[in-house]
């Protein structure tokens, strides 16, 4: 999310690794020493993503369930390809992952910025 957020170029397609255990827009907080410790306490939700491909001029045009989401910008769709909603029909798997502690818990960041 992080990344993608500070890129001022605009690829023709963007494919992320979301994670698929929240609902709502939700991130882990920026942090470049972050390793996985084997929990839900990883990357961001396909919520959190949508909100920013919007935000940037992209639209979700496929995803692999618990895993990928594949968006395209905008002006190069043009009705090609159907467009997915996260809101309704989208694939979430609460139990993807082991439960993360209570300090990884308080530590996400809910509606992270655009």
Same mark, same amino acid.
């Given at each position: 999310?992080?990344?993608?957020?500070?890129?001022?170029?605009?690829?023709?397609?963007?494919?992320?690794?979301?994670?698929?255990?929240?609902?709502?827009?939700?991130?882990?907080?920026?942090?470049?020493?972050?390793?996985?410790?084997?929990?839900?306490?990883?990357?961001?939700?396909?919520?959190?993503?949508?909100?920013?491909?919007?935000?940037?001029?992209?639209?979700? =045009?496929?995803?692999?369930?618990?895993?990928? %989401?594949?968006?395209?910008?905008?002006?190069?769709?043009?009705?090609?390809?159907?467009?997915?909603?996260?809101?309704?029909?989208?694939? =979430?798997?609460?139990?993807?992952?082991?439960? %993360?502690?209570?300090?990884?818990?308080?530590?996400?960041?809910?509606?992270?910025? =655009?």
């Amino acid at each position: 999310y992080w990344v993608w957020r500070s890129l001022s170029f605009r690829p023709k397609l963007v494919l992320v690794e979301y994670n698929s255990n929240w609902e709502g827009a939700t991130t882990c907080p920026y942090d470049t020493s972050h390793v996985w410790p084997g929990t839900q306490f990883y990357g961001a939700s396909g919520k959190a993503f949508d909100n920013l491909a919007k935000s940037k001029g992209y639209e979700l =045009i496929g995803h692999v369930p618990n895993i990928n %989401m594949f968006f395209i910008r905008n002006d190069l769709n043009n009705g090609l390809f159907n467009t997915l909603d996260v809101d309704t029909g989208f694939h =979430i798997s609460k139990n993807h992952h082991p439960p %993360m502690s209570e300090e990884h818990f308080n530590s996400l960041v809910h509606n992270p910025p =655009i």
